[in-house]
């Protein structure tokens, strides 16, 4: 990989910016990571680069939860399957298919900002866990694998549980860092997670946790709402300009 000194600041500007949007919306990090990151080195390696800081910022945002193991036991079926289908999906990703990996990452993009701009909240009953949460989990890491990305459909999943704010965010904690592991797992199990790569990637902890502290600071000023509605029309533009640049 090169380590360019422009790359180098490009790389840890990501992780800032990827770390401020979870601090002031509560998830996004690896979106905006494998998003921008997408555009400017493979998205095998921009993976890699996401293990470690996704890692240690979905714990804390996990373990800072009322109610762990109640969430452990309700969703297993979706974790598990989140596992499974990222063993499937990582095949793309760790082929080194560039043009299919970010037209598959644009679209994933795409479908999550437009979504979430444009879908009504939608409610799923609890007694329909059991059927959908394995289903949901599968196809989560069908695209975690090939993506990098595991927030569609995981994240309008949970929320639509109808989860206690403290809840939700300790839930989507769980996913993603499941999400992580079995993403840094996949990548191991292929060849593809090399050494260089993981200490960059502990490396861009620390502009990661610095921007987590600004976002904080900007959801006490800033409308949280104004700031998402804006992070997911950037969203959509970027994902737009994947699928373009893998066409052509």
């Not at 444009?118 to 409610?123: E, G």
């Not at 904690?173 to 997670?193: C, D, E, I, M, P």
Request: aromatic share 8%; hydrophobic share 60%; net charge positive.
């Amino acid at each position: 990989m090169d380590h360019s000194i422009w790359l180098l600041a490009a790389i840890f500007a990501t992780f800032f910016i990827a770390g401020m949007v979870k601090g002031v919306t509560g998830m996004g990090l690896p979106t905006v990571a494998m998003g921008v990151l997408g555009t400017l080195i493979s998205p095998l390696t921009a993976a890699s680069l996401l293990i470690v800081p996704s890692f240690v910022t979905n714990v804390w945002q996990l373990l800072a939860g009322p109610s762990f193991g109640v969430l452990a036991r309700r969703f297993s079926p979706l974790v598990s399957t989140i596992i499974v289908g990222t063993f499937a999906g990582s095949y793309l990703l760790a082929a080194g298919d560039t043009h299919m990996t970010s037209a598959a990452l644009g679209a994933a993009l795409l479908l999550y900002a437009g979504y979430a701009l444009l879908a009504r909240q939608l409610r799923v009953p609890q007694t329909l866990e059991p059927l959908l949460s394995p289903v949901i989990g599968m196809v989560t890491g069908l695209l975690t694998g090939a993506t990098g990305v595991f927030v569609v459909p995981a994240v309008p999943y949970l929320q639509a549980l109808g989860l206690e704010k403290e809840v939700l965010v300790q839930a989507l904690g769980l996913s993603f860092t499941v999400s992580t592991v079995a993403l840094a797992a996949a990548l191991a199990w292929h060849g593809a997670f090399h050494v260089d790569n993981l200490a960059l990637s502990t490396l861009a902890i620390a502009p990661a946790l610095a921007g987590m502290w600004a976002g904080q600071v900007i959801r006490n000023r800033v409308s949280p709402a104004t700031f998402r509605r804006g992070f997911l029309v950037c969203l959509l533009l970027l994902g737009a300009e994947m699928i373009v640049k893998a066409a052509f």
